[in-house]
């Protein structure tokens, strides 16, 4: 294809150019995190972490995963023998917050169609789209409570939780009334809370906890594993798409600073 491209650029022919996308993704191992860039073609990728667009003046050339030790933006393009850019700027922004690369386990398996990132996907730094639904960061569930357990493997610092739900109604997706968290302290001892959801007329509804405020005696907590207990919204309303159905819930980053 890359052969056949060059004869369209000399004609001046203008084509669809997916040929040239990059695709990302985070790999861990053994709880060192390095982000991976793919690309169907043998040209170079070229890649800068400073916010700069990719170039042969200012960027690196891609040979290995790149090592993650902070938060960054990672833009990345295709370069042929030339120096000419092909394709679009691939952009990842990833935010390493605390429960980045621990291990997560789900009560309930997202619905086939809604886990393409799987259940890492709650926790790898990258948050979903925020006008759609159908990436690979959004997990889905079909009707289901779901419990989502997060484990620190040793005794972490935490200030505050947030995520985010998808609220497009007439998809049949709902945001949930309520969330319940569950915190097993270094001491081995229990501290829970259920909280409101607060729902606007829009299509992501927040959810953030601010746990020094909610804890005043624990400033900053040290935290062993963390437990999202998330019940489904329930039975669509009269009136609504899919009423009398149960409506899908669909969570973004669970994000832990």
Known sequence: MAHFNKRLDLL?????????????????????????????TDNKILYSLDGLQPSYLNSLTYKNPIKITSSTTIKAAIFNTDEKQLGSVFEQKLDLHKAVGKKISLSVQPNKGYNAGGKQALINGIS??????????????????????????????????????YNGNEQWIYAPKTLNLILTLEDGSLISSKKMITK??????????????????????????????????????????????????????????
């Not at 001046?12 to 191992?29: D, F, P, S, W």
């Not at 040793?154 to 939780?161: A, E, G």
């Open 200 to 257: 606007k007329d829009s299509l992501l509804v927040n959810f953030d906890v601010n746990l020094s405020q909610l804890y005043p005696k624990n400033n900053i907590l040290k935290t062993k594993t963390l437990k999202l207990i998330i019940p489904n919204y329930g039975i669509i309303p009269e009136g609504k798409q899919g009423a009398g159905h149960k409506a899908w819930t669909f969570i973004d980053e669970i994000i832990v600073e």
């Open 12 to 40: 001046n022919v203008h084509y669809a150019n997916h040929l040239y996308e990059i695709k990302g993704k985070l790999l861990n191992n053994n709880a060192q995190l390095t982000y991976q860039l793919e690309n169907a």
């Open 128 to 165: 979903g789209n925020n006008e759609r639904y159908g990436d690979k960061e959004w997990l889905g569930f079909s009707g289901d409570d779901v419990e989502i357990t997060i484990d620190f493997n040793k005794p972490t610092k935490i200030n505050s939780i947030s995520t985010r739900f």
